[in-house]
């Protein structure tokens, strides 16, 4: 197997590395690019020194598949090229995700579909992905109706001038701003750009993306995104009101059978999801699992993933595996 990463020194594509050499996916040949300034980069893995090479040199390597992390512009221009060539190309950024004729695939949603024509395949935003593995297996049980969804998320997800950033004012250093304001003891209700109708292109990436990976055009979800000072993980807060009736104990076990979900929802022991353990895992974290009294069927939700590994990195790596499989 021949497999590319594009963006390969970037905080993402050197986490789909370890990602697959903790997953033991069995590589012949792997090509690693990014941008210019990175080219001749040594970047280790499995113990080989691998030269990172420009995008142009790896397109004519003919290869399998080809991960992209190297943001939608790369994305936009590169993936077809590849992809025309015969290459498989899952990519993470935002290019494609609503593209009608792309799949936007959650392996454990929609993975089933993926099929030998798909030669290019959307991995999901980061916040997305954890929402709708804790929404689908309940959608399948009691039909939702509403979500509102407020996201408390690490700055690892605005990449790495947004830590060095968090790094050097906890420093009480005078940093580089990537954010418009402090994010150090502060919150930033802003993520991405703000769009005419008053929410931001993360927001709506939340509630057009949930929609298409569930398949329900019609699903009502609102959504509000803040950054927070924190690197393990996105947190969110999730209202869910069902069209049938909940019994929250089927519920609790419902999620606690669901691959790659965890329940940790004992807070009179006080043990809850926190970004803080959920670094480095790959599993979706869910607690604070209670009835929201003042709506009929309405429970509340606290969700907590790595947004580097599930919610980025460990997601495409699960695709490949799924199209392998195939």
């Given at each position: 197997?021949?497999?590319?990463?594009?963006?390969?020194?970037?905080?993402?594509?050197?986490?789909?590395?370890?990602?697959?050499?903790e997953r033991n996916i069995k590589v012949d040949e792997l090509f690693l690019c990014a941008s210019s300034h990175s080219v001749g980069k040594i970047i280790e893995f499995k113990g080989e020194?691998?030269?990172?090479?420009?995008?142009?040199?790896?397109?004519?390597?003919?290869?399998?598949?080809?991960?992209?992390?190297?943001?939608?512009?790369v994305s936009k221009e590169w993936a077809p090229k590849f992809a025309k060539k015969g290459t498989v190309v899952i990519?993470?950024?935002?290019?494609w995700r609503?593209?009608?004729?792309?799949?936007?695939?959650?392996?454990?949603i929609n993975g089933d579909a993926l099929t030998s024509e798909d030669k290019i395949i959307a991995n999901p935003n980061c916040s997305t992905i954890q929402l709708v593995a804790v929404l689908y297996p309940l959608h399948k049980k009691y039909s939702l109706e509403r979500v509102v969804v407020s996201t408390y998320q690490s700055v690892t997800g605005s990449g790495k001038k947004a830590v060095e950033q968090l790094m050097t004012e906890r420093k009480n250093e005078k940093a580089k701003m990537?954010?418009?304001?402090?994010?150090?003891?502060?919150?930033?209700?802003?993520?991405?750009?703000?769009?005419?109708?008053?929410?931001?292109?993360?927001?709506?990436?939340?509630?057009?993306?949930?929609r298409k990976i569930l398949n329900i055009n019609s699903l009502k979800i609102t959504s509000t995104v803040v950054r927070i000072p924190v690197l393990g993980g996105h947190s969110e807060s999730v209202n869910i009101e069902f069209k049938n009736k909940i019994d929250l104990k089927e519920l609790k076990q419902i999620l606690e059978n669901t691959k790659g979900i965890k329940v940790e929802d004992e807070p009179f022991e006080n043990i809850y999801p926190m970004p803080v353990n959920a670094e480095g895992k790959d599993d979706?974290?869910?607690g604070r699992i209670r009835k929201d009294?003042?709506?009929?069927?309405?429970?509340?939700?606290?969700?907590?993933?790595?947004?580097?590994?599930?919610?980025?990195a460990t997601n495409a790596v699960q695709i490949l595996e799924k199209i392998i499989d195939n």
């Open positions: 197997m021949k497999l590319a990463i594009v963006g390969a020194t970037g905080m993402v594509g050197r986490k789909m590395l370890k990602v697959i050499e020194k691998i030269e990172v090479q420009s995008i142009e040199d790896v397109l004519n390597k003919n290869v399998d598949y080809a991960i992209f992390s190297a943001g939608g512009t990519d993470n950024s935002s290019a609503m593209n009608e004729k792309i799949k936007l695939v959650v392996p454990e990537f954010y418009p304001h402090p994010i150090d003891l502060n919150c930033i209700p802003h993520g991405g750009d703000f769009n005419e109708n008053g929410y931001t292109t993360e927001e709506m990436k939340l509630v057009e993306e949930s979706v974290f869910v009294f003042s709506k009929k069927n309405a429970v509340n939700l606290w969700i907590v993933s790595d947004n580097l590994r599930k919610g980025a």
